[in-house]
């Protein structure tokens, strides 16, 4: 693949990852009107949209600043099947940052849910999605294949496309399509279109874990730098109100 193809691919994830912050940014107001910033349930749309800023901001670089020049300013003895691999690695690293940085945000959200049901969380992180499905969804495997996906893919990522260990293979179906979850298959579909797709169907089940009558009051009281968890103040970014109408 080459950077025109490449960046045709960019260009066209650039309005989703526009709608998934626009959507984040309004729940984010809703949950800091009906509770309070430092609740944990707008805290999660808070840090959710720092992240999906940071991945619009790495896709419009790469779409607006023709990174191949780059490369062949510094590293001019290249040829043109090397410095499309080093593009496609670009590439490969943001999804990869992306997928890590909504896997850690999902994981610590479900922990603070375990905990706010009077529940310890545990390790590996499939024992508590599976126990938060349990008590909110009635056991919904389609919930929990959706919790869990991400976790299977950012592993995939790091593996040549293939998940080390899975003892519970599944197919997954999202509308008209299949994701496959399998050992001996090499996922394909971790490009910023399915990410989307599935990003988008993990925000649901986070609204109805939210939601739920059964969740009280989920307070924040400590922080986790590592993973740059830190919760926007609604006050202090008011001036966005001025430069755009969310829809």
Same mark, same amino acid.
Not at 105 to 130: C, S, T, V
């Given at each position: 693949?080459?950077?025109?193809?490449?960046?045709?691919?960019?260009?066209?994830?650039?309005?989703?990852?526009?709608?998934?912050?626009?959507?984040?940014?309004?729940?984010?107001?809703?949950?800091?009107?009906?509770?309070?910033?430092?609740?944990?349930?707008?805290?999660?749309?808070?840090?959710?949209?720092?992240?999906?800023?940071?991945?619009?901001?790495?896709?419009?670089?790469?779409?607006?600043?023709?990174?191949?020049?780059?490369?062949?300013?510094?590293?001019?003895?290249?040829?043109?099947?090397?410095?499309?691999?080093?593009?496609?690695?670009?590439?490969?690293?943001?999804?990869?940052?992306?997928?890590?940085?909504?896997?850690?945000?999902?994981?610590?959200?479900?922990?603070?849910?375990?905990?706010?049901?009077?529940?310890?969380?545990?390790?590996?992180?499939?024992?508590?999605?599976?126990?938060?499905?349990?008590?909110?969804?009635?056991?919904?495997?389609?919930?929990?294949?959706?919790?869990?996906?991400?976790?299977? =893919?950012?592993?995939?990522?790091?593996?040549?496309?293939?998940?080390? %260990? $899975?003892? &519970? !293979?599944?197919?997954?179906? #999202?509308? @008209?399509?299949?994701?496959?979850?399998?050992?001996? =298959?090499?996922?394909?579909?971790?490009?910023?279109?399915?990410?989307? %797709? $599935?990003? &988008? !169907?993990?925000?649901?089940? #986070?609204? @109805?874990?939210?939601?739920?009558?059964?969740?009280?009051?989920?307070?924040?009281?400590?922080?986790?730098?590592?993973?740059?968890?830190?919760?926007?103040?609604?006050?202090?970014?008011?001036?966005?109100?001025?430069?755009?109408?969310?829809?």
């Amino acid at each position: 693949m080459d950077y025109i193809h490449l960046e045709k691919i960019t260009r066209n994830a650039i309005p989703l990852y526009d709608l998934l912050s626009e959507w984040s940014w309004k729940k984010f107001e809703l949950y800091d009107k009906r509770y309070s910033n430092q609740d944990y349930r707008c805290a999660f749309f808070g840090t959710f949209c720092e992240i999906v800023l940071w991945i619009l901001v790495q896709l419009e670089n790469f779409s607006n600043h023709n990174p191949d020049l780059i490369i062949q300013k510094r590293f001019s003895k290249l040829q043109d099947s090397s410095r499309a691999q080093i593009l496609l690695q670009i590439d490969n690293i943001n999804r990869q940052s992306f997928v890590t940085a909504i896997m850690f945000l999902i994981e610590d959200f479900i922990n603070q849910i375990l905990l706010a049901l009077g529940r310890k969380p545990e390790i590996p992180y499939k024992n508590n999605i599976k126990t938060i499905t349990k008590l909110l969804f009635e056991g919904s495997f389609q919930k929990f294949n959706i919790l869990y996906s991400p976790y299977l =893919i950012r592993n995939s990522l790091h593996n040549n496309g293939y998940i080390k %260990i $899975l003892n &519970d !293979e599944f197919d997954l179906e #999202i509308g @008209e399509k299949t994701y496959q979850f399998k050992k001996d =298959i090499q996922i394909t579909f971790a490009g910023w279109d399915n990410l989307f %797709i $599935l990003t &988008d !169907e993990i925000l649901k089940i #986070i609204i @109805e874990i939210i939601e739920n009558k059964n969740i009280e009051s989920i307070y924040v009281t400590t922080r986790n730098t590592s993973h740059c968890y830190c919760c926007l103040n609604l006050r202090s970014y008011q001036y966005l109100d001025n430069q755009k109408t969310l829809f």
